[in-house]
């Protein structure tokens, strides 16, 4: 026991280009960056890593025990992505080196584009853990699925009837819009905790935690790429990490929030709902439409900071059937073309290349008669999400 045991978790991804389209991630940009990692492993930097991608995204899992937000790893994250987009950049890869927004590197890799999930605690005699990695859509795609495993006791029976779950979780929830954070209990606050979640453009499940002793449970990357940079450069596809079993949900609990294939955003262009598909790693790659949106679960155990496994926890017949209503639910929504609620709304649209045409066409309008000029909403976007008062 004690501080020699205090382990940190870091989840960094980016997406530094790929391979025939925004499809999925090079061999060789992978191979890249896992020399980097090796190196740092060799050199005690770090205790392990793995390496993997989700669609076009670029995954670093590493254990370390310099705690979150540590300079020397972020900085580490931040020279393996860029030693694999000078070989994106080499191979002619699509969008070589797009989610990193800029070139200065100074102690952390938040806000310059990588998406960081991240977690620090003392490990259990066994600390099974869940990565999730999704590909074509944005943090707040773990919104409904991590409320479920948390706070619904049909799908975590444990919160009935295991005592060390009776108690209860704590959100940490993110208002990405305002830069503030709000921690609700459940089940008390179950219902503001929707209220907020619910639009999870904005609201978004940060970090959940044990209420009896504060434990941590769960972590989101929270990175929003358009709030970052202004405009459209990709969506912000997000990691999270979950602890599982003995005090926490059970794996299959957790895995079990999955196995509907809810509505997110992202998809074509970052512009599209879309279901999230649960796939294995050889399925994670997005094709129709470039999508539909995808997520992989990597089961490890963290031993002496060692990640043992990983188990591919969603390849399995058993969400076959939810891989397949994904595929009838992408069949439907996409027959809306470009119509909403496929296409997103105009307060998401905001960071796409849509305001161009709308300028474009800005100077073709006439002005309307008065009658028809009466019912002029004076609604601010940012309002409409909050529902504070309006003129
Ligand atoms: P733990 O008590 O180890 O979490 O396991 C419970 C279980 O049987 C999960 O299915
Ligand atoms: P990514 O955010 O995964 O790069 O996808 C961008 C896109 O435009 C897909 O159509
Ligand atoms: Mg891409
Ligand atoms: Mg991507």
């Not at 100077?363 to 999400?385: Q, T, W």
Request: one cysteine or more.
């Amino acid at each position: 026991m004690g501080e020699e045991r205090r382990i940190t978790i870091s989840v960094i991804k980016a997406d530094i280009g790929s391979l025939a389209g925004h499809h999925k991630v090079h061999p060789d940009t992978m191979a890249a960056a896992s020399r980097i990692l090796a190196e740092a492993k060799s050199k005690g930097v770090i205790i392990d890593y793995y390496v993997t991608h989700v669609g076009d995204d670029l995954e670093l899992i590493m254990t370390h025990r310099k705690g979150i937000d540590s300079p020397e790893i972020h900085g580490l994250a931040w020279e393996a992505f860029k030693k694999a987009t000078e070989v994106a950049k080499e191979l002619g890869l699509y969008a070589a080196g797009q989610d990193l927004l800029s070139d200065a590197f100074s102690g952390n890799v938040r806000g310059l584009g990588p998406g960081v999930a991240e977690m620090e605690f003392v490990e259990r005699k066994s600390e099974p853990i869940i990565v999730f990695m999704a590909d074509k859509t944005e943090p707040g795609a773990f919104n409904l699925p991590l409320f479920k495993v948390f706070a619904d006791p049909f799908t975590t029976a444990g919160l009935v009837i295991d005592p060390r779950l009776h108690g209860g979780f704590k959100f940490e929830i993110l208002d990405v819009f305002e830069g503030k954070y709000v921690v609700m209990s459940a089940p008390e606050e179950m219902y503001d905790i929707l209220a907020l979640i619910g639009t999870p453009a904005r609201y978004v499940i940060k970090r959940i935690y044990r209420k009896s002793d504060n434990e941590i449970a769960a972590v989101v990357s929270s990175e929003r790429l358009n709030l970052i940079a202004g405009r459209y450069v990709g969506k912000d596809d997000p990691v999270a990490i979950v602890r599982a079993q003995s005090g926490f949900p059970a794996v299959g609990e957790i895995l079990e929030a999955f196995a509907f294939p809810h509505l997110v955003a992202g998809w074509m262009r970052g512009s599209h709902f879309g279901p999230l598909m649960p796939v294995g790693l050889k399925d994670a790659k997005c094709t129709r439409f470039d999508g539909p949106p995808r997520i992989v679960a990597l089961g490890f155990n963290v031993s002496k900071g060692r990640l043992i496994g990983p188990a591919d926890l969603f390849d399995d017949p058993a969400f076959d059937e939810t891989r397949r209503l994904a595929q009838t639910i992408a069949e439907y929504i996409r027959r809306h073309g470009p119509f909403m609620p496929h296409r997103l709304g105009p307060e998401e649209m905001e960071y796409t290349t849509l305001p161009e045409v709308l300028e474009k066409l800005k100077d073709r309008f006439v002005e309307a008669k008065e009658y028809e000029k009466r019912i002029k909403p004076k609604l601010r976007h940012s309002a409409l999400l909050s529902g504070e008062p309006h003129e």
